[in-house]
């Protein structure tokens, strides 16, 4: 046993500082690889795009409201992981992170409620000072989307108003009215909110994907 702890020693003492300056270099290498392959196939999981999803003029409007890396909004590092694990078994028909553990789900959905009560403030201080305000109730769902026409992987964060999610994006639209598509992976976006009308549907029901719930506003 001390012949075995000599030898190990004896490796470390004339071999050690070339092992660690190899490992360094397998490192930095990996990291290249693995963010080149990320380019390359343009999946950035640990992005959080919050989406703002509407219809105006009869065609659907998709709008960028924050975007930031995935530890900004999950602070919790075992949050992150279990967020991006997810992420990465959705499907193009089933495009929700889901977490088996509803504790789980609650924690994440919190995180990006702070995200947004952050970001409108200074409406909630307003309402709270009873000064004029216009708000809604929106209704937002944590996603991965797989679709063939999605231009860029990422983890969304999609908000629709209520009014919108239960008129626009049901399957069957009133008589006369329909909505424009302005590119490709437009109508990728489109299943998506269809489908978080069918979870609006579902909503209590055992083992459904719950959409979160928040109300925003302008000051007026």
Not at 5 to 32: D, K, M, P
Not at 58 to 69: D, F, I, N, P, S
Not at 127 to 141: D, E, H, K
């Amino acid at each position: 046993m001390n012949e075995v702890l000599r030898n190990i020693l004896e490796f470390v003492r004339y071999y050690g500082s070339t092992f660690a300056l190899l490992l360094t270099w397998v490192t930095i290498a990996w990291v290249y690889w693995n963010k080149r392959r990320n380019w390359l196939q343009k999946e950035f999981v640990e992005q959080v795009n919050f989406s703002l999803n509407y219809v105006s003029e009869g065609k659907l409007v998709m709008r960028t409201l924050a975007e930031m890396h995935a530890r900004n909004v999950w602070i919790n590092d075992l949050g992150v992981r279990q967020v991006i694990k997810a992420a990465r078994v959705t499907t193009a028909s089933q495009p929700f992170i889901k977490l088996d553990d509803p504790e789980d789900m609650g924690f994440i959905y919190r995180a990006v409620l702070n995200v947004l009560s952050e970001k409108f403030a200074e409406t909630y201080l307003a309402q709270q000072l009873g000064l004029p305000i216009t708000s809604a109730t929106y209704f937002f769902a944590i996603t991965m989307e797989r679709y063939d026409d999605i231009r860029t992987l990422k983890l969304r964060v999609l908000l629709v108003e209520e009014r919108e999610l239960k008129t626009w994006f049901a399957p069957q639209l009133p008589e006369g009215q329909t909505i424009g598509i302005t590119a490709p992976h437009y109508e990728a976006r489109l299943q998506t909110l269809r489908a978080m009308h069918l979870l609006h549907e579902k909503a209590g029901e055992k083992g459904a994907i719950q959409l979160g719930r928040v109300v925003l506003g302008l000051r007026n």
